[in-house]
């Protein structure tokens, strides 16, 4: 018979949890995304704040982006320097944009680096 530690196997399942603990979107950062792509102004400050977000936001999310996000008139897209990504860290990312209907990734060859694309768009 095969003895258990209830203790060593509480402290691996927290482990686990940890692993994939992801943080929640910024509370106003989705309106924010959509104010900018839908042509508000925003000075060089305020760019850079959102950029920062929405790069903590990536960084909560366990992503590691590989170069800036593009943004575009109906949506954004990020690139992230992972091949295989959880799906559970893209459904993550779904839920926390709820106005951003469709998410697409694509693989892209970048200065001989394979990235990944993940957009999101309206």
Avoid at 2 to 19: A, G, I, P, S, T
Avoid at 29 to 52: F, Q, V
Wanted: proline content about 2%; some cysteine.
């Amino acid at each position: 018979m095969v003895e258990l530690n209830r203790e060593e196997l509480y402290q691996d399942l927290e482990e686990m949890e940890n692993d994939l603990r992801l943080y929640p979107i910024e509370e106003g950062l989705e309106d924010d995304i959509i104010d900018y792509i839908n042509g508000k102004e925003l000075s060089e400050n305020e760019k850079w704040d959102l950029e920062n977000r929405l790069e903590d936001f990536f960084y909560g999310a366990k992503l590691k982006c590989r170069k800036p996000t593009y943004y575009f008139t109906d949506g954004f897209e990020f690139y992230v320097t992972e091949i295989y990504i959880d799906f559970r860290i893209l459904e993550h990312v779904k839920k926390s944009f709820p106005k951003f209907h469709q998410l697409s990734v694509s693989s892209e060859m970048d200065q001989g680096f394979s990235t990944l694309s993940v957009k999101l768009t309206l």
